[in-house]
């Protein structure tokens, strides 16, 4: 948890976003950094969390949980962690080839004529109570939506697959669900596409971009933070703020730009 | 013309509003939705992208009596069904054949003849249907509906999320087009537009008006139009300036007389090469080179290649 990063985003640590959507994108750099800001948020306020991770193995995010001063490995055992292989889902798929495979969540990679309702169905029974609801606060992080679409699946069965967990989690005015995905938006045309549909459907965009002129030991890209209104309940003017900054041992530092210690 | 075709005065009957992620159009859909409550018996709304309470809420209650929705976002693929208990009444799902105007038709009030139709948004319909499902859809809404009317269909689309020929032949089908974009400003609602809108309407006498609008929607969906020429930003036309002349008003005399300009014409300035003088020392023939060695030059008499035995 970067308590720098909270106060930017006006976010009380007691009090965690609730029926928020919240996307992520990076550009030219490595924005992965929010996403252990966000475990380790919810992990450390005592609320549950629904890890669908696809592009790491659950070791490297108790590396990095450990860093930041918390235990995935305590909070799966007490089941307020769930996590989801996706690395491993996938490479059954392209491993093995016999058919038992139905019950796989990514079963979409193989057969184009299916949908992704299977991961969803798990993500459901991991995040929802007895019921069928969502009634305490819960984070449910995608890391991250371009691997899906690098496996084949098509841009349609991601965006439906999304579309159900704003469903499930943020798309009224009572939920109380976040939901957290991150997208590389480095110049491939599908991925810019996925983006821009999400992004009409979500709260607060955190925009990652590498800086322009290249590396610089002192800042290592540029934050731009979009609070958007999807709802427009109460018609109001769009906020963006742009900051600068740099990620620490065990932190991140935000500074506006053109004030970092390599300029002044 | 955008307060006009909102609140009637001048008739269309689909009118598209197209949005990008830069400027949501939610807002103008919205004022159009209270614009028509007030107009007509029912205004039937299908919701895609927002839920139907999120979009209902901020109505009043006089408002909220006249709409209708139909709700084609909590579970348009059917993946939830089965868990749920069902309510299929008003539910729209992209599996089935999706009929807006039998949905309505079940739906409306018997003595209800004048209706509207709201969508929000076309772009869920366009990815999940063909194209051509949408187009007849919205012809068959216009034209083709029994025993109601439709007085006005109004759309949400969301411009850059579609190929460039869909989003044409969508518009093409309109009445009026309404392309928002931002107003970068911070001032407040009332002062300064919430958005820009350039608008294309076909009239009922088939001329076709094109204008740019400032637009604001304020907290009871009022909407407020603006007067881009009254704007100070816009207001920064630059009157013509008058050409300054230098040589006004000076105490001595910078102007010449076509007497004096004619005598300054034909003097002769020193060191200039005239055209006759040039021509004789060119005839003058072969140049010659002198040199004079320096002290300070090292001058060889001997052949350098003396020594060279060819």
């Known amino acids: ?93 392209f491993a093995s080839s016999d058919d038992s495979m139905q019950n796989n969540p990514l079963v979409c990679i193989r057969d184009s004529k299916t949908t992704l309702q299977p991961l969803y169905e798990m993500v459901r029974n991991a995040v929802c109570n007895s019921d069928g609801k969502v009634e305490t606060p819960v984070l449910l992080l995608i890391d991250d939506l371009s691997i899906l679409l690098s496996l084949g699946i098509s841009l349609i069965s991601v965006y439906d697959f999304m579309h159900y967990c704003v469903v499930m989690l943020c798309g009224s005015i009572q939920s109380v669900g976040c939901l957290v995905t991150l997208i590389h938006s480095d110049k491939d045309e599908e991925n810019s596409l996925l983006l821009r549909h999400l992004l009409y459907s979500s709260h607060l965009h955190l925009h990652m971009n590498g800086l322009s002129s290249g590396f610089c030991k002192d800042v290592h890209g540029e934050l731009s933070i979009h609070w958007n209104d999807p709802w427009q309940i109460l018609p109001s003017r769009q906020r963006r703020k742009i900051y600068q900054y740099k990620i620490q041992d065990k932190h991140v530092s935000f500074f506006a730009p053109g004030t970092s210690a390599a300029v002044l | 013309m955008l307060e006009d075709i909102l609140h009637g005065k001048e008739p269309s009957q689909l009118v598209i509003i197209s949005d990008s992620i830069r400027h949501f159009g939610r807002t103008l859909l919205k004022s159009f939705t209270k614009s028509l409550a007030a107009r007509v018996d029912e205004v039937h709304i299908f919701h895609f992208d927002t839920a139907p309470e999120v979009f209902l809420s901020g109505f009043d209650d006089t408002t909220k009596r006249k709409l209708h929705s139909h709700d084609g976002w909590s579970d348009s693929l059917m993946w939830t069904r089965n868990t749920k208990p069902s309510n299929a009444n008003g539910k729209l799902y992209f599996t089935e054949s999706l009929d807006l105007v039998t949905q309505i038709s079940n739906a409306k009030q018997e003595n209800s003849v004048k209706i509207a139709v709201i969508i929000d948004s076309l772009t869920p319909v366009l990815i999940h249907k063909y194209l051509s499902f949408v187009s007849k859809a919205l012809h068959h809404l216009c034209n083709d509906t029994g025993d109601f009317t439709v007085t006005q269909l109004v759309c949400l689309l969301h411009n850059d999320v579609h190929e460039e020929h869909t ?31 350039n608008l294309v309407h076909k009239k009922l006498s088939g001329k076709v008006i094109t204008k740019y609008e400032g637009y604001s929607v304020v907290d009871d969906l009022r909407f407020i139009s603006f007067d881009l020429s009254k704007l100070p930003t816009t207001a920064m036309e630059e009157s013509p300036t008058e050409t300054i002349n230098p040589t006004e008003n000076l105490t001595f005399n910078l102007n010449l007389s076509a007497k004096e300009r004619q005598a300054k014409n034909n003097i002769v300035l020193p060191y200039t090469i005239q055209d006759a003088q040039k021509a004789s020392h060119l005839r003058g023939g072969a140049g010659q080179i002198f040199y004079q060695p320096d002290e300070a030059d090292d001058y060889d008499d001997e052949d350098p290649d003396d020594d060279l035995d060819i």
């Open chain 1, 1 to 93: 948890m970067f308590t720098e990063l909270n106060a930017l985003l006006d976010c009380i640590p007691s009090r965690p976003p609730k029926g928020q959507f919240i996307l992520l994108s990076d550009n030219l750099t490595d924005g992965t950094f929010i996403l252990h800001h966000y475990i380790s948020l919810f992990l450390k306020g005592g609320h549950k969390v629904c890890l669908v991770s696809l592009s790491q193995s659950f070791s490297h995010y108790n590396a990095v949980g450990q860093k930041l001063g918390v235990n995935l490995s305590l909070a799966k055992e007490k089941n307020q962690l769930v996590f989801i292989d996706g690395l491993q889902c996938s490479l059954q798929l």
């Open chain 2, 167 to 197: 989003v044409d032949m969508i518009r093409h089908s309109a009445t009026s087009c309404l392309t928002l974009s931002p107003n970068a400003s911070i001032a407040s609602l009332y002062d300064e537009p919430y958005g820009m809108c």
